[in-house]
């Protein structure tokens, strides 16, 4: 088997730039529990100091809820990574990220399902092999209420281009 095919059985076979349609709307098959090992790492990491991120006993009985704040970028970069397989499988580049909003807290312990709209799909201006697909992403937490909401410019490979044929087909030749 080649490396182009070996490399080729790694990823979906429906999410090429052609299958996205504006309107479309997935959720997530994954959901995932944010603990204290994301937070404190990240949170010290990048010395976000924000005490409501660090310190247990500053947050109880906080109007924020009980317990340590999980840092927004962690919940963000969550939401994003769960929707990763859906829509990023075949992504040549990640080209921006805005409209980024945090709507409720997040707490250690919380569980985040990730869902997207397909907002636009075109051609890349620079490059006939791939095409430029902007995603709306919202993670929601175990009660259902959104926690993080963003947008998202992806370049996707165009199936027309990069499609391998025999690997496509099951043919490991």
Same mark, same amino acid.
């Given at each position: ?20 349609? $504006? ?108 095409? $430029? ?41």
């Amino acid at each position: 088997m080649s490396d182009r095919a070996a490399f080729d059985r790694l990823t979906g076979n429906g999410n090429y730039f052609e299958d996205f349609a $504006v309107g479309q709307r997935m959720r997530h098959a994954r959901s995932a529990t944010i603990d204290e090992v994301e937070n404190n790492f990240i949170s010290k990491q990048v010395m976000n100091t924000a005490q409501a991120h660090w310190n247990e006993e500053v947050m109880r009985g906080s109007p924020l809820g009980d317990g340590r704040l999980v840092f927004g970028l962690i919940t963000g970069s969550m939401t994003v990574g769960l929707t990763s397989q859906d829509t990023a499988e075949n992504a040549i580049a990640e080209v921006g990220l805005d409209k980024v909003r945090f709507r409720k807290p997040v707490h250690h312990g919380d569980t985040i399902t990730a869902y997207t709209e397909v907002l636009a799909a075109d051609p890349s201006p620079d490059r006939d092999d791939a095409g $430029v697909v902007r995603f709306k992403h919202w993670g929601r937490n175990q009660h259902g209420d959104v926690v993080c909401e963003l947008e998202r410019l992806v370049l996707v490979k165009r199936r027309s281009h990069w499609g391998s044929g025999p690997a496509e087909s099951g043919d490991d030749r």
